[in-house]
């Protein structure tokens, strides 16, 4: 019988995962990091009042999209009662209702909203990941906590590379786990690193020699409230980045 890695060498091994779908498998099951676990379940426990029927996720959040997406957009980390309760990055919550509906606009989602598992979305030609895959307290995952599941958003940029053109950055902390990852997989990114500001664009080789498909990273503010509903980021803003993101992709002429 496989024996299951200690829950602090779990994400370690996330490398062994030979497909998305076991990579998703591996990532849900996941309890290294006791602060994320404590905080996730306890939200769960202690329902916003307008959640009181249902039943929230309270694990990891895997990826969503397309299997063979030449764009993946990243974020930071689950909402506490977005993600965290529908079990779906952005799902549930006032970003997620902002980012889907740009999306949608842009062509890479079928409808505007997206309010749980089974209703219906879908994502073509992008998928959404993380660099954090807990929710964390205030939304602030600590560098260790970072650190630590990092290996999930490695192996799934892995196992996206032979489609994947293009990388989406939602704000500075994406910005930087994304750069510092795809450093570490043999991609040829500037030092110092590319600082990070909205629409930023920054094209990246596979390696030092100049081999392998380019691929571009894109800077965009956040879509959390913070950002949307002071008009710091506005959607023609988000719409202008999805739609550099989708031709740079090859999805428009």
Partial sequence: MNRVPDDDAYPATAGAADS????DHHVVTCRACPRL????????????AAFRDQTYWARPVPGFGDDRAAVVV???????????????????????????AGLHRTGFANQ???TGRDDGMRLDGLRLVAPVRCAP???????????RCSPYLARELELLSPTLRVAVALGALGWG?????LDEQGWAVPRPRPRFAHGTEVSLRRSEDGSGPDLTVLGCYHVSPHNTSTGRLTATMLDDVLERAAVLAGRRV
């Fill in 74 to 100: 990243v974020g930071l980390a689950p909402a506490a009662h977005g993600a965290n309760r529908t079990g779906r990055l952005f799902t549930g919550d006032p970003s997620g209702d902002f980012l889907f």
């Fill in 112 to 114: 505007p909203e997206a």
């Fill in 20 to 23: 998305l779908e076991a990579l």
């Fill in 37 to 48: 676990v404590a905080w996730r379940e306890q939200v769960a426990a202690d329902r916003r």
């Fill in 137 to 147: 307290p205030q939304n602030r995952p600590t560098p260790a906590e970072r650190h």
């Fill in 177 to 181: 786990a994304l750069l510092a990852s």
